[in-house]
């Protein structure tokens, strides 16, 4: 049972390039979401899905796209990368609702030069 | 909407005394929270988490929160305090319904040999 993979660990990109970050989950989990972490920022809901073919904003959803063609899959996709989406990014899921507490994945650290 | 707010962004113990790590929330209705921590450079796992059952909830490694709606509080304690306990702590507040976690700034814990 391998949880939340990420990948890729860690990544560089120029400003202006576009990448996605993966994210699956082995656990049938129907929602899943997307954070990023800041120094002293706590993390920010990116985006978040509560089914497959369902997507909805989170708190800073700007920059960023999302999709979530199977319960298994959610990328994020980083449309024109800013050096202000240096951070890094989590995965989280949750089997049915924010009672169960969220299982997260290893995370992506993104730095855009 | 719901808020959540971590009082002390750093907190320093000795080895072997308690730790105290304070947390209040902001929810317009029945609350689930839930305290995370994460250790450098890993990702964030689940300590503990209320869901409107008893208001003092036990969790792994050792730590407690209790609920307090009264003072709109959710203060994680351990009786004791190992090396290993030294990492970064995150209170989170979820609406019943909405599936979205708010994180708080974070509160991190230093313990002194």
């Known amino acids: 049972n391998a949880g939340v993979t990420q990948t890729p660990k860690f990544q560089v990109l120029k400003t202006g390039q576009s990448m996605t970050l993966q994210c699956a989950q082995d656990?049938?989990?129907?929602?899943m979401s997307w954070y990023r972490q800041d120094p002293g920022m706590g993390l920010r809901l990116i985006h978040y899905?509560?089914?497959?073919?369902?997507?909805d904003q989170g708190e800073v959803p700007n920059g960023y796209n999302v999709s979530r063609s199977t319960t298994e899959d959610f990328p994020l996709r980083l449309l024109s990368a800013a050096p202000s989406q240096t951070s890094v990014y989590f995965c989280?899921?949750?089997?049915?609702?924010?009672?169960?507490?969220?299982?997260f994945g290893s995370g992506t650290r993104l730095t855009v030069v | 909407a719901q808020s959540v707010t971590q009082l002390d962004s750093h907190v320093s113990v000795s080895e072997g005394t308690p730790v105290l790590l304070r947390c209040n929330y902001s929810?317009?209705?029945?609350?689930?929270l839930f305290w995370y921590v994460q250790h450098p450079n890993k990702g964030l796992q689940l300590l503990l988490k209320?869901?409107?059952?008893?208001?003092l909830v036990k969790g792994i490694n050792g730590f407690e929160a209790e609920f307090k709606k009264s003072e709109t509080s959710f203060h994680l304690t351990k009786p004791s305090a190992h090396m290993s306990d030294a990492a970064e702590y995150f209170c989170v507040v979820s609406d019943t319904g909405t599936y979205k976690y708010i994180f708080g700034t974070g509160t991190r814990l230093k313990v002194l040999a």
């Open positions: 656990m049938n989990h129907e929602y």
């Open positions: 899905s509560v089914g497959a073919g369902i997507t």
């Open positions: 929810s317009s209705y029945s609350p689930s």
């Open positions: 209320y869901t409107s059952a008893a208001t």
């Open positions: 989280a899921s949750n089997p049915t609702g924010e009672e169960g507490g969220y299982t």
